[in-house]
């Protein structure tokens, strides 16, 4: 069995994906203001910015607390509601 990687470790083989994935998501920032139109009362935008205030939090469960920001909270009735046959 393999020891887990030190954080150190994982900052190494991890840094260029991170690193290239914020700046994808600052260039996407990037275009929305560069284009026309407002979309500040948007709440898609206020969603996107509360994941990245989220993310950037010292937690153990950043992964989890960012899909919370984008899911639905639950309802029982969802099969019912989608019209999705239970099995």
Known sequence: MSLPLTAAEVLSREFLEIRAKILEVAAAFDRLERSTGDVSEDPRIARLH???????????????????????????????????LPR
């Open 50 to 84: 509360e994941a990245l205030k989220v993310a950037s939090e010292p937690t153990e469960d950043r992964a989890e607390q960012v899909q919370l920001v984008f899911s639905r909270p639950y309802d029982e009735t969802w099969q019912r509601a989608m019209k999705v």
